[in-house]
């Protein structure tokens, strides 16, 4: 038996252990998926052989109820299950979920071009509450919460586990349900919610489940076009600064599994109340920035509740999203924006006059190294020097214009030797200077080649 497992079952009070055992829940599945199936009369060693259940029915205690929590049994054991409605028309910070039907085809961009067109997108939001960080066998998902909209409804399923004995019901539940969804949408989802989901059915035996769905993982474009905007790129602040989403009393998830193990120790259901509260939260965000990049997509940027980036950076890097994306038509705007921008940045500058270089747009990217260099020229201190030399480049190999190319190539050496100053000069810092130098050298060597 699993340290995990043994560790759960030592949290477990008496009382509890005597009722499941009682209800049969200890049982040989469960078994199974933890010790990659044993024989029964090796595995079960928590206490007792189980016994037959008086009673086929298992009731819940009040404070199960007034959480809106009910009971679902099946031939494989028994989980708990909050279910939650939305109409809609719901606003979650600044967007309405009715907004989801329309933004469901600009979505389909995730699909990778191998993937079949399945003809239709229908989502299904995923978030898991787990005892630990990492995806191996030992972190258990107690909570696997999911989200979808159904008729005129947006509806909030979370399935708990009172202990393991729970776990392979649930997957169960699960291996039926995942199946009739085309699209997952999850936040770091690809590195960690499905590869622990996942090794889950695998532990419990269900290994001929199969499920390829579009998977959506929304952390990806968050650290595109935020990853310099905003402090974190973390769900809970995202949702605070660009969707209006202010969480009130919140459980943080790093405590989720306090909790929980708490919970496994004295029974006590209501402080579980709090962990529902916050996954149910992270869903309704999630569909939020779903549709939120659904917008952009579909090229409503500066319209409706999508407004249009204020900072010269998020602009940019919503361009570059954007054209990764296959939406070249849509980041062209964005990138005139920032050429004419009242107040760029060096390195945003120098960023689009790369992507305009790969492009072959060098008129553009000419414009934008020039700001660059004027504005190097006139703020003191310590500056880069990429757009001097990106120019020195175009006016020596391009124009043959060898006077301006040296002019810039003196001016990067002395920035260089500025931002340099009073560190010791060696490896890739001596090796900074010394291209600069050769640089500066061969120009010279030809203006006297060709002046003679």
Known sequence: MSGLRDKLLRLRSSQTAQEERQAGLVSQPEVEAVQAQKPLEEAVQAGPPAAPSESPEETLSPEWEEMGVRIVQSTEGAFLVRESRYPLMHRHGIHELTELAEVQHSLDSFRKPENADPGYANLLFLDLETTGLGVGAGNVPFMVGLAYAQDESFIVEQMLIRHPAEERAMIGYLSNLLPSFTHLVTYNGRTFDWPVLYNRFILHGFRT????????????????????????????????????????????????????????????????????????????????????????????????????????????????????????????????????????????????????????????????????????????????????????????????????????????????????????????????????????????????????
């Open 209 to 452: 489940f199969q499920w390829e769905p579009i998977h959506i993982d929304l952390l990806h474009p968050s650290r595109s076009v935020w990853r310099n905007t905003l402090v974190s790129c973390k769900l809970s602040h995202v949702e605070e600064e660009r969707l209006g989403i202010t969480r009130k009393d919140d459980v943080p998830g790093s405590l989720a599994p306090a909790i929980y193990f708490q919970f496994l120790a004295d029974g006590k259901a209501a402080p579980l109340l709090g962990v529902f509260e916050h996954n149910e939260i992270d869903m309704l965000s999630l569909a939020a920035l779903a549709i939120r990049f659904g917008h952009l997509l579909g090229g409503n940027l500066g319209k409706g509740p999508v407004p249009m980036p204020q900072e010269v950076e998020e602009l940019l890097r919503t361009g570059l999203w954007l054209e990764k994306m296959g939406k070249t038509e849509l980041a062209e705007p964005l990138f005139a924006a920032v050429a004419e921008h009242p107040r760029p940045t060096r390195k945003c500058l120098c960023m689009l006059a790369e992507r305009d270089k790969k492009c072959g747009n060098w008129q553009r990217a000419v414009i934008l190294w020039q700001k660059a260099v004027e504005d190097a020229g006139s703020r003191a201190g310590r500056h880069d020097y990429e757009a001097h030399i990106e120019l020195a480049m175009y006016y020596e190999h391009k124009t043959k214009q060898l006077d301006e190319a040296l002019v810039l190539a003196e001016e990067a050496y002395e920035i260089a030797q500025r931002r340099l100053a009073g560190l010791r000069l060696q490896g890739k810092r001596r090796a900074e200077l010394e291209l600069l130098r050769k640089r500066i050298e061969r120009l010279q060597k030809k203006l006297i080649k060709y002046s003679s």
